[in-house]
């Protein structure tokens, strides 16, 4: 097995051409590179001009990406730029995770946490180990009004012993050898005196493998895109057939939906006008048009729009009835602020919270 150091990295990396096809070829390398922040020692990074990420320039650069974190390490400006001016949420080809639809792909490994003082183990599989190490220390559910914390943290947690770094044990496997390969480790563990942490149940065929997606063949990508006029249609009403033909660049070969690269001028007033005239409130203009709708604000020319309705703010459900209702359940204001956050904070502004707490 390869021990992931500085030099076995940069051997590895220096095979390939860009970040995205190592992240493809070589995952849990890429994914150790990262977390370490070696990445950029090995691939350069071109310094765009001043004001090179527009609008325009943005979308371009998210439509070569997949996932949200491919698009933010491969193109951190433009990311920072979509964030500020809020284009991220119209991305929808994105997602959040990478996720594999080829349940054949060598991308899954089998990684550890071992809790030495109270001979413990954890023992996970995944294809992105720094997002699941994300998720096993900070994220939480809502559940009644109280977090509740990944097992592994609320056992950590309970025994009052730090979270220790997760260790690679394999990598480079395929789903169904993953489930088994996490399964011979659980096993190892237990027979060699340790505890298993793990409440799920693991093994071949009992894991998820994600199976009840659809498989998207090259043939069931091809005849999806039949049904679509243009590329933004496709995205948007299958965005996960989309991503696999853009994943495997057979989007290319759908003819029937080039890509059309519009000028640099081509969002002139009339063309934005036009535009704007097909939707009822200036946001959704903004959601549906993000470039003439930018282009529009730029020029002053929104206030010629003049058919715009204003949009109806949604109301609150914390009424003062049921702000009422909550702060009873509540022994004082800090427990009131952590367990119904939303409610503490309505009362704060209406100036309320003094009725509920003494």
């Given at each position: 097995?390869?021990?992931?150091?500085?030099?076995?990295?940069?051997?590895?990396?220096?095979?390939?051409k860009?970040?995205?096809?190592?992240?493809?070829?070589?995952?849990?390398?890429?994914?150790?590179?990262?977390?370490?922040k070696w990445?950029?020692?090995?691939?350069?990074?071109?310094i765009?001009?001043a004001?090179?990420?527009?609008?325009?320039?943005?979308?371009?650069?998210?439509?070569?990406?997949?996932?949200?974190t491919?698009?933010r390490?491969?193109?951190?400006?433009?990311?920072?730029?979509?964030?500020?001016?809020?284009?991220?949420?119209?991305?929808?080809?994105?997602?959040n995770?990478?996720?594999?639809?080829?349940l054949?792909?060598?991308i899954?490994?089998?990684?550890?946490?071992?809790?030495?003082?109270?001979?413990?183990?954890y023992?996970?599989?995944?294809?992105?180990?720094?997002?699941?190490?994300?998720?096993?220390?900070?994220?939480?559910?809502?559940?009644?009004?109280?977090?509740k914390?990944?097992?592994?943290?609320?056992?950590?947690?309970?025994?009052?012993?730090?979270?220790?770094?997760?260790?690679?044990?394999?990598?480079?496997l395929?789903?169904?050898?993953?489930?088994?390969?996490?399964?011979?480790?659980?096993?190892?563990?237990?027979?060699?005196?340790?505890?298993?942490?793990?409440?799920?149940?693991?093994?071949?065929?009992?894991?998820?493998l994600?199976?009840?997606?659809?498989?998207?063949?090259?043939?069931k990508?091809?005849?999806?895109?039949?049904?679509?006029?243009?590329?933004?249609?496709?995205?948007?009403?299958?965005?996960?057939?989309?991503?696999?033909?853009?994943?495997?660049k057979?989007?290319?070969?759908?003819?029937?939906?080039?890509?059309?690269?519009?000028?640099?001028?081509?969002?002139?007033?009339?063309?934005?006008?036009?535009?704007?005239?097909?939707?009822?409130?200036?946001?959704?203009?903004?959601?549906?048009s993000?470039?003439a709708?930018?282009?529009?604000?730029?020029?002053?020319?929104?206030?010629?729009?003049?058919?715009?309705?204003?949009?109806?703010?949604?109301?609150?459900?914390?009424?003062?009835?049921?702000?009422?209702?909550?702060?009873?359940?509540?022994?004082?204001?800090?427990?009131?602020?952590?367990?119904?956050?939303?409610?503490?904070?309505?009362?704060?502004?209406?100036?309320?919270?003094?009725?509920f707490?003494?």
């Amino acid at each position: 097995m390869v021990k992931w150091t500085y030099q076995t990295c940069e051997k590895e990396a220096l095979k390939y051409k860009t970040k995205i096809e190592f992240r493809k070829n070589s995952s849990s390398a890429y994914t150790i590179s990262v977390r370490n922040k070696w990445i950029n020692d090995w691939f350069d990074r071109k310094i765009k001009p001043a004001n090179y990420w527009n609008n325009e320039n943005i979308i371009n650069a998210a439509r070569e990406c997949l996932y949200y974190t491919e698009f933010r390490d491969n193109y951190i400006s433009a990311f920072r730029k979509a964030k500020k001016n809020n284009l991220l949420s119209s991305f929808h080809w994105l997602t959040n995770d990478i996720c594999s639809f080829d349940l054949t792909a060598k991308i899954h490994l089998i990684y550890v946490y071992e809790i030495i003082e109270l001979k413990c183990v954890y023992v996970g599989r995944t294809i992105n180990l720094a997002n699941r190490d994300y998720s096993h220390r900070y994220k939480y559910k809502i559940i009644n009004g109280d977090k509740k914390y990944d097992n592994l943290n609320a056992f950590c947690v309970k025994n009052n012993v730090i979270l220790p770094k997760p260790i690679i044990v394999e990598h480079s496997l395929n789903s169904s050898d993953s489930q088994k390969r996490e399964e011979y480790w659980i096993n190892k563990y237990i027979n060699n005196d340790w505890n298993k942490i793990n409440k799920s149940k693991t093994g071949e065929g009992i894991s998820s493998l994600g199976g009840g997606r659809i498989k998207w063949t090259y043939e069931k990508c091809y005849k999806e895109a039949k049904k679509y006029n243009s590329r933004g249609e496709f995205c948007e009403k299958s965005s996960q057939a989309y991503r696999v033909s853009l994943q495997y660049k057979w989007i290319d070969e759908y003819d029937w939906i080039k890509r059309i690269i519009k000028t640099p001028n081509y969002w002139n007033y009339e063309r934005c006008y036009e535009e704007a005239k097909k939707y009822i409130r200036k946001k959704d203009f903004e959601n549906n048009s993000r470039v003439a709708y930018a282009k529009s604000c730029r020029e002053k020319w929104l206030k010629n729009y003049n058919w715009f309705i204003n949009g109806y703010k949604k109301e609150s459900k914390w009424t003062y009835e049921k702000c009422g209702e909550v702060a009873k359940l509540c022994k004082n204001k800090t427990d009131f602020s952590e367990k119904y956050n939303f409610a503490y904070r309505k009362c704060l502004t209406k100036k309320w919270i003094n009725d509920f707490f003494l």
